[in-house]
């Protein structure tokens, strides 16, 4: 039997990849999803870490060879999920844990239905407009298309298993611990 996936989604911006890094330094069940992507690496950012980095060709070509098994075009770049981890993951026993945009979480969701899913909700679109602009320096890439986008992702959020609003860091983390505990335990 395979290790039901863990989806996570959110608005850019909304905290997940910090509550997904903590878990995974806590938890040894999980293992981390590394993406392909199509977009250049931010201050910090290097290959393999958070993503495999590639130009458009190369995408394209791994998707037309059927490497992913979901991509979606978020923000004007391509994302994608190569299959390989899935199967790395079940044969390790452990969950993989999936940072991925709403679309993605639709298609792996109906892919994989005891897959568990969970939504980070920012506590507003203000916020999270201030958030991501203390994040990118004021240098945010597609600062208003990622708002728009936001906005029509938080209209999905009531299709997730579990909704996780990142008011507090802590208090949110503490939250997210606990349905991570209860998906490893199979409750
Ligand atoms: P960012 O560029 O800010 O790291 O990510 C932008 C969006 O792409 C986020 O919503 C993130 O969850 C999503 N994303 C990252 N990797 C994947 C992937 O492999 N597939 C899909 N569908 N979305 C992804």
């Known amino acids: 039997m395979s290790t039901p996936l863990i989806i996570v989604s959110a608005p850019s911006g909304a ?12 938890f040894s069940e999980l293992v981390d999803s590394v993406s392909f992507t199509t977009r250049k690496p931010r201050e910090g950012e290097v290959e ?16 037309e060879e059927g490497f992913f098994v979901e991509w979606a075009k978020v923000h004007e770049f391509h994302y994608g999920t190569p299959s390989h981890q899935l199967e790395d993951a079940w044969r390790a026993g452990k969950h993989l844990i999936m940072d991925i945009d709403v679309k993605g979480a639709g298609s792996l969701k109906a892919l994989y239905p005891d ?71 199979g409750m």
């Open 115 to 185: 897959s568990h899913s969970i939504f980070i909700k920012p506590p507003s679109l203000e916020e999270l407009r201030e958030r991501l602009l203390v994040r990118d320096h004021g240098k945010t890439q597609n600062l208003e298309i990622r708002l728009q986008n936001a906005e029509k992702e938080l209209s999905v959020a009531n299709q997730f298993d579990y909704e996780v609003i990142n008011d507090d860091f802590d208090r949110a983390y503490s939250e997210f611990r606990k349905i991570i505990e209860k998906i490893i335990k």
């Open 48 to 63: 393999g870490k958070p993503y495999h980095f590639v130009d458009e060709e190369k995408f394209l070509k791994l998707k």
């Open 15 to 26: 905290g997940k990849s910090s509550l997904c890094d903590r878990a995974l330094s806590e």
